[in-house]
């Protein structure tokens, strides 16, 4: 039975442009005065608490759990900031979701505002993102013009006020507390927490930072109700997913499922299978941060519990499929080298221990690996992980070290033969 | 060196939050697409526009990819070298492109039409490989789109849009 | 107040203390690199990690704050190898070139590699090559490579001046502390992001390749004399050959005066000290020339001066012009000679418009204050001051220019020209020449010649403030001690010996000169010192009770 999309739906109705008249003609804009009109705030956050929807955008925070870290207290302001600064390497949902359905996102956003009772509120997109930027702009003054933001929203004496803001290239700025730096006007580098940003985020003040596609979520949870949504997947893990599946596959793309969709059906099923009629040899499940699964995983169940229980991670749901024909270690290299660049450099570890993984790798890809190497790899992981400010050393490290567990035979035949054996196979 | 009609737009941005320094990487948005690149004197005016010194501002300004502290050229070619692109062929696109255009990544042709950068994952892994020129998507890339691309971008036919 | 207990040692301290801190308390180091108790906290060189006792991961101690019945391990496996680890990677692009670098011997990067570090490198790529010796200010030389980014500079200077010339610059492992193109970092207390730095990436411009720190054998505590904030110093001292050289400068922690801190000028005005054209023997003027004389018999001769001036006009016709450059001792001691022995009620000190309360203020809201000089509050708790019916600065001389004055005496102070570049020399001086020109007898000390000296019939050389003992009272009111940090030439006589010297002339005893023993007579007079002695005054100073 084909699965209902929920977030998606707009990609079966034809010559769907995500303007305000298409998002009204197919029913949008419902739960916002249902939620104004029948919800208190605490009410709100209870309810999305109850639907179990968790933060898509790479930790799987429960929702509404993190709104209810948000003060009560109504003298002090409070900000929800919406992450739209998907750069996990092999996510591509959220740049759909803006571009397509603006107004889906919208809509998610003053009714999170109204339940947290925040009155001014940023959507932190991506500097890369110009044509998703403009179209969320274009998409804000529409709902300005008619009354879905701003002042007294829709006569209930709700405002909000809700502007784009740009990043300028820097995965960092994806981390919740380097999003708000960067929002600051500063440097994106993640802060030292405590204190959250549900006590101190913005200016200082209490803020909510929600992904793009968490808060789309939120529209139908009002609108059908956390029942209806709980009952979507796993008991867990709720709700629609997007999982984007990329590489070598025969139909990459978005892909709208319940969470207990299993690996193997996501890639085979959905996805059409492996690209060429080749064979799979590994796969990324949750974005290039999340540790490789191989084959042996493929019936895993693609919830935040099953994929850590494997040892790897659900991540932001971005699955990058590699056939037989790719070289692990020339994938760690390119793993390595996005680290590096990334790092935002104010802690040690991962300021010279992204640098040095990535040294190491692309010496051992070149050829000229040492059988010390690996040992000094995965010391140099462990010293990584669980040390710094934000955990972008731990996905820097995570992901090699599940390479070297996975595919060490791999690593060795580098060095022993002192090239990369897959050297001409494939475009890699 | 920056026109009032962009100052207008800066006043406007500023006014958004609640702090001013917010604007800051908006503001330099607009600055690097009206100054070229975020030259010392600019970076110096937005610092001065702020009341931030123009360390800070530098320091800024450097922590972002997307922001030029030197010269580019009239068009900016970012070729996504990450993961799935790499999977797809981005390796050869970047090596093709470097032949064309006979310059490096990293440099500007020496007619300063196109500068070739490498960029991290630009979220089109569902259609990579990709690229990016002057804020435009342009997925599914081969070497015969590119060469089709690279004809547009020499007589004229792309006009830079601000990014 | 929350009691935990660090390695086994039981704390008390008060709540939010970082465990770092309360650590420290009691002795346990853990080291770090980017935690300043005077800077903003970032957390960011992770070198302080500690095991806490219940908490999953490490903990940094710099931002984690103490909480009762914590337990808290800083030497446990976890954390040395966090910390080998840590070093490791400093150490990975890190030039290793300390036999050359300045801050080899008192560098911290040396010193926890040696107690925390790894033995070997497992690191075989290239170092990556940043610039080296770039100049970044008037003081400051910054070498790139042995800088480990733990941004202490950069605070300091968006912190403390509120200047910001410094910035971290790109990210990852391109980060570079630098300044905006064409700036320099030249704000007045640039000179603290040498002793910030700590690696030998920020070294002073004055002091490189001058000396090992090993080779600076005494390291005395002193105050600097250079304004009435009274900052806290240590004075480096090396012994050669060619004598005793002050080579450095440094700010000494006083939480009460200036923190951590000092200012440039403080930092780097000593030179003078060292200069050969510093007076070096007492001079008696025949006709236009000094005459260098037998400090024994000058004193002689002068005593036989004064009594000649007071037999013939009385004590009034003599005067006594202090500075408050002088030590509360020495000031003490001019008094007790010019105001009981000679008799005379004109004293003063306050040559400048400043000195007059209470016109002595920040200068920036920082350390820096506009009186100049280190002692005015000493000068006027010791009173310093015209006795009954005496005169002040303006009142003598003009009573020089009437005739009515007849001996006037100048310490430390040029009444005439204009030196700012020397400390102990400048003053404005409208017709004060003609008044001192009418005097029979103007004796002047000084560090150098002077528009005073050079109309003086005698000169005595001054010491500076580092070969004094005795003590400076700071705007405050606080009492601090200077401690000799060079032995001063031998031919010259302190300001105590001579003025004792010259009491024992006039037959007259002066009383005992050594610091302890004059506390031990300000410490029986009333005023603000009463019941003070030397020993109270600690090394941070006494603030004697209102």
């Known amino acids: 039975m084909a699965f209902e999309k929920i977030l998606t739906r707009y990609q079966d109705i034809p010559n769907y442009t995500g303007t305000i008249e298409d998002y009204l003609a197919q029913g949008g804009y419902q739960a916002l005065p249902k939620a104004l009109r029948e919800f208190q705030p605490a009410q709100l956050v209870e309810e999305v608490k109850k639907s179990g929807l968790r933060g898509r955008g790479g930790a799987g925070f429960p929702c509404g759990v993190k709104w209810g870290f948000i003060p009560k207290d109504p003298s002090r302001p409070k900000y929800l900031v919406c992450n739209c600064d998907e750069s996990e390497p092999g996510t591509f949902k959220d740049r759909m979701l803006i571009e397509q359905d603006p107004h889906q996102l919208i809509e998610g956003i003053v009714i999170s505002s109204y339940a947290i009772g925040c009155h001014l509120a940023f959507i932190y997109c991506r500097g890369e993102f110009v044509e998703g930027a403009r179209r969320l702009e274009r998409a804000l003054a529409e709902a300005y013009r008619q009354g879905y933001l701003g002042e007294n929203i829709l006569g209930s004496g709700f405002d909000l006020d809700l502007y784009v803001h740009r990043g300028a290239g820097a995965y960092i700025c994806g981390e919740e507390t380097g999003l708000l730096e960067s929002l600051e006007g500063k440097r994106g580098q993640p802060r030292v927490k405590p204190p959250f940003p549900a006590i101190a985020g913005l200016y200082r003040s209490p803020t909510v930072v929600n992904n793009v596609e968490t808060l ?15 009952s979507i997947g796993p008991p867990k893990s709720t709700g629609p997913r997007l999982f984007s599946v990329s590489g070598h596959v025969e139909r990459p793309g978005n892909y709208e499922l319940p969470m207990s969709v299993t690996l193997r059906e996501l890639i085979f099923e959905h996805a059409g299978g492996i690209r060429n009629g ?7 499940p949750g974005g290039s941060s999340a540790p490789v699964l191989t084959e042996q995983h493929l019936d895993l169940r693609m919830d935040f519990e099953s994929l850590a229980a494997a040892g790897s991670m659900g991540g932001s749901g971005g699955v990058i499929v ?107 | 060196m920056i026109a009032d009609s962009t100052k207008q737009r800066l006043d406007e941005l500023v006014a958004r939050y609640p702090e001013k320094r917010s604007a800051l990487i908006p503001i330099l948005h607009e600055v690097q697409a009206e100054v070229g690149y975020l030259s010392p004197e600019a970076i110096q005016w937005v610092a001065g526009y702020l009341g931030l010194s123009p360390a800070d501002v530098m320091s800024v300004a450097s922590f972002y990819d997307m922001l030029n502290l030197e010269p580019v050229g009239r068009h900016m070619i970012y070729v996504c070298h990450n993961l799935s692109c790499s999977l797809l062929g981005a390796e050869r696109l970047i090596r093709h492109l470097e032949e064309r255009l006979g310059i490096r990544v990293g440099e500007t042709t020496p007619d300063g039409l196109i500068t070739l950068k490498r960029m991290e994952c630009l979220a089109s892994c569902g259609t990579a490989p990709a690229i990016q020129v002057d804020g435009v998507y342009y997925e599914r890339m081969t070497i015969q789109k590119l060469d089709e691309l690279l004809a547009k971008l020499r007589d004229g036919r792309l006009g830079r849009s601000r990014t | 107040m929350p009691t935990l207990k660090i390695d086994g040692v039981e704390v008390t301290v008060p709540a939010n203390t970082s465990i770092l801190e309360a650590a420290k308390s009691v002795g346990i180091e853990i080291p770090h690199y980017c935690y300043h108790p005077g800077l903003s906290v970032v957390g960011q060189c992770r070198l302080c990690q500690v095991e806490v006792e219940k908490m999953p991961k490490l903990a940094t101690a710099c931002n984690t704050p103490v909480a009762d019945g914590m337990v808290v391990f800083t030497r446990a496996p976890k954390v040395e190898k966090a910390r080998r680890a840590v070093l490791e990677f400093y150490l990975l692009n890190h030039p290793l070139d300390c036999p050359i670098c300045d801050k080899g011997g008192e560098c911290p990067l040396q010193d926890f590699t040696l107690k925390y570090g790894p033995g070997e490198s497992r690191f075989v790529e290239e170092k990556l090559q940043r610039a080296k010796h770039r100049i970044l200010g008037p003081h400051i030389v910054f070498d790139a490579e042995r800088c480990i980014l733990c941004t202490r500079c950069v605070r300091f200077c968006r912190e403390i001046p509120k200047s910001g010339e410094l910035g971290v610059f790109s990210r990852g492992d391109r980060s570079e502390i630098n300044l905006f193109p064409g700036k320099a970092l030249d704000n007045a207390y640039s000179g603290n992001v040498i002793d910030l730095c700590p690696v030998g990436a920020l070294t002073s411009r004055e002091y490189r390749f001058r000396s090992r720190p090993w080779d600076l054998e005494r390291h005395a505590e002193s105050v600097c004399p250079l304004c009435s904030a009274g900052c806290n110093v240590l004075l480096d001292v090396r012994h050669r050959q060619g004598g005793e050289e002050l080579l450095r400068i440094r700010p000494r922690e006083n939480p009460a005066v200036n923190r951590w801190w000092m200012c440039d000028e403080g930092r780097f005005t000593f030179q003078y000290l060292a200069d050969p054209a510093r007076l070096r023997v007492p001079t008696w003027r025949e006709g236009d020339r000094p005459v260098a004389m037998d400090y024994d018999d000058l004193l002689l001769r002068l005593a036989r001066a004064i009594r000649r001036v007071g037999e013939a006009h009385g004590a009034s016709a003599i005067g006594c012009i202090a500075s408050s450059r002088l030590t ?127 109309l003086a019939h005698v000169v005595l050389p001054a010491l500076g403030f580092a070969e004094k003992e005795g003590s400076f009272t700071n705007f405050q009111g606080r009492i601090q001690k200077i401690h000799r940090a060079l032995t001063p030439d031998l031919a010259s006589r302190s300001l105590p010996e001579a003025l004792r010297d010259l009491a024992r002339d006039l037959g007259r005893d002066l009383g005992p000169i050594e610091p302890e023993r004059i506390w031990a007579a300000i410490g029986e007079r009333p005023g603000p010192y009463q019941g003070l002695a030397w020993k109270d005054i600690g090394p941070l100073g006494l603030l004697p009770a209102p």
């Not at chain 1, 080749?278 to 990324?284: G, H, S, Y």
């Not at chain 3, 920036?364 to 310093?384: C, F, H, M, V, Y």
Request: with cysteine; net charge negative; hydrophobic share 40%.
């Open chain 1, 216 to 230: 789309c979520n939120v529209p139908h949870i009002v609108l059908r109700g956390a029942d209806w949504y709980a």
């Open chain 1, 278 to 284: 080749r064979r799979l040899k590994a796969v990324i």
């Open chain 1, 322 to 428: 590699m056939d037989d024909t790719v070289c692990m270690v020339r994938v760690g290299e390119i793993v390595s080298r996005f680290y590096h660049h990334e790092s935002c450099g104010q802690c040690t570890q991962c300021r010279e221990g992204t640098a040095w993984l990535h040294k190491v790798l692309s010496r051992i890809e070149r050829g000229q690996g040492r059988k010390e190497d690996l040992e000094v790899l995965l010391d140099m992981c462990d010293n990584m992980k669980g040390k710094t400010i934000c955990v972008l050393s731990d996905a820097a490290a995570m992901p090699i070290e599940s390479y070297l567990k996975y595919f060490r035979d791999e690593f060795e035949a580098h060095i022993r033969e002192r090239a990369c054996p897959f050297a001409g196979q494939g475009t890699f």
């Open chain 3, 328 to 454: 509360n001792e020495e000031l003490f001691l001019l008094r007790r000679f010019f105001r009981e022995i000679l008799g005379t009620p004109h004293l003063d000190f306050r040559i400048r418009p400043v000195q007059a309360e209470p016109t002595d203020a920040s200068e920036d809201g920082i350390l820096r204050r506009t009186d100049k000089t280190a002692n005015s509050r000493g000068a006027r708790d010791l009173d310093i001051l015209p006795g009954p019916e005496g005169l002040d600065v303006a009142g003598m001389l003009q009573a020089a220019s009437a005739g009515r004055l007849k001996a006037l005496f100048v310490f430390e102070e040029d009444l005439v020209g204009e030196r700012p570049d020397r400390p102990g020399c400048g003053a404005p001086g409208r017709g004060v020449r003609e008044a001192l020109g009418r005097l029979e007898l103007l004796v002047a000390s000084s560090l150098f010649a002077t528009g005073t000296t050079a």
